[in-house]
DNA sequence: CTTGTTTACTAAACAGTGTTCAGTATGTTT
DNA sequence: AAACATACTGAACACTGTTTAGTAAACAAG
């Protein structure tokens, strides 16, 4: 019988457009603003449907989460095909941050709402997409010892301290926390920071 | 007549007495489990009577906000009996994250949350906390370019960078985005990444 | 084809939210 | 004492996330 099959399938159909629904309104409107009752108008169901295919809200949210990964980790691929590995690591830290003006609802579900966190507070296991993401980073900067430019004993520890430093910029801005500066000063402050950190990298990571 | 002088008083106090308790029930359960009416439970008044000294929800966040900030200069105070800037720059970082850790609901406040900072989308004047916080960190490195230790052109890019990095590391943390670390290791890594990054810009910015 | 059972769905309710407004009771002024 | 201003509140409005009881359709067995 794959009657029981096709079920599945269409359980996993209904779980895709509840995600994609939620996905459109969270980027059209930001994720504070967005309601069960609104998702389950924009697919034509009722708000207790919802709650069949997801345990809550935060699901919902873990689920936006993970495409979100997926989206950024493609705004990522053609970094791995610049040659020298310090470029492939400024190239990477600039993608972090237009990824985050490009899709600031996103990147906010992905890195500052604690909400699609508390998910998953038990299983350890599954925070496969932040693991993946960061381990990408480590990889660069491990090639980038290889190749005599750093030196540093943990990559992983060199790695946070990049990511801290990217993240820090973004998260600062997105938040409102830059508003004390007039816009073009804004916008200056950000890419000269930027690269003044890359530059104090490679004089100071060796 | 004192009398419009006493009603200026009292009408001060009562705006006290609103902030204090939501002040105490933002440390107590986090901002966002906190409603007007706990807040208005708390002070023993009725809901509607904090709309007549609070615009919304928002102006009571920005008061909490500032007084927040206070808070965390009376914590930097000592920073300024250190001698060497460099060591007061380092202990400055040390003591934001630690005010973090030790106050995770005031810092949500205070860095994170967007809710505040609307309500003085149009007033340009009074970003005061956030520039005065700047200003404090922006002059430690001016001193640090005066001993010679750093050699930048411009200290408040160089302070934009420190900040950047120092609040990447508590925003991820409290963001609960280190999570894919086992406990041990993210300690481990927090003050390692931040003694790396302390090492970095010595050799780096000069 | 008609049963009984499982599945998919929803209307309505519950307990909460921020905010507004009409109405009251007190304090101040004339 | 009458008129007015101020301070406060109960009740309502339009929302929120979530649960539950009940219905209608899909399927399985006789």
Do not use: K, L, V
């Given at each position: 019988m794959g009657i029981i099959e096709r079920k599945e399938r269409e359980r996993e159909e209904m779980r895709r457009l509840i995600v994609e629904g939620a996905r459109h309104l969270f980027v059209a409107n930001g994720y504070e603003k967005v309601s069960i009752r609104n998702i389950a108008e924009a697919i034509e169901y009722?708000?207790?449907?919802?709650y069949l295919y997801f345990k809550d809200k935060n699901e919902i949210l873990y689920a936006v989460h993970s495409q979100a990964f997926g989206k950024m980790m493609e705004e990522f691929r053609p970094v791995f095909d610049i040659d020298d590995p310090f470029e492939r690591l400024v190239e990477m830290g600039r993608r972090y941050m237009q990824f985050a003006v490009d899709n600031p609802e996103l990147f906010d579900i992905m890195f500052i709402v604690t909400a699609p966190m508390e998910t998953l507070?038990?299983?350890?296991?599954?925070?496969s997409e932040g693991r993946t993401a960061f381990n990408m980073l480590v990889q660069v900067v491990q090639d980038c010892i290889k190749a005599g430019i750093f030196k540093v004993d943990d990559a992983e520890v060199a790695a946070m301290m990049i990511w801290s430093n990217i993240h820090g910029h973004t998260a600062l801005f997105l938040r409102k926390r830059m508003m004390m500066f007039p816009e073009e000063r804004r916008q200056v402050l950000m890419t000269e920071a930027f690269t003044l950190f890359c530059d104090t990298m490679k004089k100071g990571l060796n």
């Open positions: 009722s708000p207790a449907t919802i507070e038990c299983r350890e296991d599954i925070w």
